[in-house]
Every structure is written in C-alpha cells, then in structure tokens.
Antibody
Framework: EVQLVESGGGLVKPGGSLRLSCAAS????????MNWVRQAPGKGLEWVSS????????YYADSVKGRFTISRDNAKNSLYLQMNSLRAEDTAVYYC???????????WGKGTTVTVSS | DIQMTQSPSSLSASVGDRVTITCQAS??????LNWYQQKPGKAPKLLIY???NLETGVPSRFSGSGSGTDFTFTISSLQPEDIATYYC?????????FGPGTKVDIK
C-alpha cells in the first residue's frame, strides 16, 4: 500500500525550532518529487516547499523562505522539513504529498499538527 | 507569482443538482491545473489533474475543463458524500499555488 506518514509535530514557543519527518512506503520514493503543504486552523491549503527526486531542485513559499529547509534521504525513504524561527502564523497541520512528473499531488499523508504559542 | 481565484467561495445545492465551480489564474497556465476535494479533518484528495483528466478511482460525476486562465470543475449530480471543500491548484515547475477553496454543502 502506498503510504505517507508524517511525524514530529508539537507545541513550540515563538522563535523555536521543529523538525518534521515524512516516512514513505509502498512506492519507489527516489523516483518522485515531494511537497510539504500546510493548512492553518480554519483556513485553506498553502504550499510550503518542494524537493525534486534527487534533491537537485528545491523551492519554498515566500512565507517560509530563509526559515524552513526541506531535505530528503532516499536511502531511508524519508522527507524532512526543518523549521526554524517559528512564528504564530506557522501554526497549521503540515502534510507531505507525493508529486508525480506531471505536477499534481496524488498521495497525501494524514498530517502532523504544529502549534506555535507561548 | 501566479494567483488563483475561485468562485463561489461557498454554495448550497440539492442532491442531484449540477454544481459548477470556477477557477481563474492571474496568467496563462496552459492546462497545469488540478482539483482536490477535502473533507473536514481529512487530507486533500486529488480528483482532476491537468485540467480535465479524472484521477483513477474517482467517480465520473466529477469533471474539469478549461485552459489558459479560466477553468471549470463540475459535479454532474451532487451526492451527500460530496460535501467538502474543493480547491484548484496550479503548478509551474515545482512551485505550486492553491485557490482559496469552495465549500459545498447540501441545501
């Protein structure tokens, strides 16, 4: 079964850091680009970051550029999001999603919740 | 950056009704437009990719059309299980933008 499972969310103070992980199974992880997408409480979906299959291409939303770092370990079938200098507005459910060649997101994890509050 | 708008922001319709949602891009995106369904507390689900292609396993009552800047998503006969928020999404290389969403419920 194709599956993505996020972990690492939690409560963190403003200015703090957190590292999210996404474990992939059931498909050849190294063949796919991957995304992080977030959803603040009661709000819509916001793309956060993308990484190509070999990590050659990495992109960020302006809202997280310079604070978040996406990475992957194809040997461990894992995707990561290092989040630094966290702000209250980063509070959201964070989803990882698979990106086939054509640029849609066809497999999503269930999400992990990040709360930034003092 | 490419901006996406959707209309309406919400709608109520009866079971069996035809429902149409529109999505507009701020510049020409060819057919690089996808549609997702999200039910409360759940992850989004891909329905339509590249403007008009139905994802495997998605019921045929869902369809999409359009190209350039104007796109349409249609539910031909609304079912109770279609209650959800629907999002359009464009992509340019590995940069993605979602529309603000359209909440659909039953009248």
């Amino acid at each position: 079964e194709v599956q993505l499972v996020e972990s690492g969310g939690g409560l963190v103070k403003p200015g703090g850091s957190l590292r999210l992980s996404c474990a992939a199974s059931g498909f050849t992880f190294s063949s796919y680009s991957m995304n992080w997408v977030r959803q603040a409480p009661g709000k819509g979906l916001e793309w956060v970051s993308s990484i190509s299959s070999s990590s050659s291409y990495i992109y960020y939303a302006d809202s997280v550029k310079g604070r978040f770092t996406i990475s992957r370990d194809n040997a461990k079938n894992s995707l990561y999001l290092q989040m630094n200098s966290l702000r209250a507005e980063d509070t959201a459910v964070y989803y990882c999603a698979r990106v086939p060649l054509l640029g849609f997101m066809d497999v999503w994890g269930k999400g992990t919740t990040v709360t930034v509050s003092s | 950056d490419i901006q996406m708008t959707q209309s309406p922001s919400s709608l109520s319709a009866s079971v069996g009704d035809r429902v149409t949602i529109t999505c507009q891009a701020s510049q020409d995106i060819s057919n690089y437009l996808n549609w997702y369904q999200q039910k409360p507390g759940k992850a989004p689900k891909l329905l339509i990719y590249d403007a008009s292609n139905l994802e495997t396993g998605v019921p045929s009552r869902f369809s999409g059309s359009g190209s350039g800047t104007d796109f349409t998503f249609t539910i031909s006969s609304l079912q109770p299980e279609d209650i959800a928020t629907y999002y359009c999404q464009q992509y340019d290389n590995l940069v993605f933008t979602f529309g603000p969403g359209t909440k659909v419920d039953i009248k």
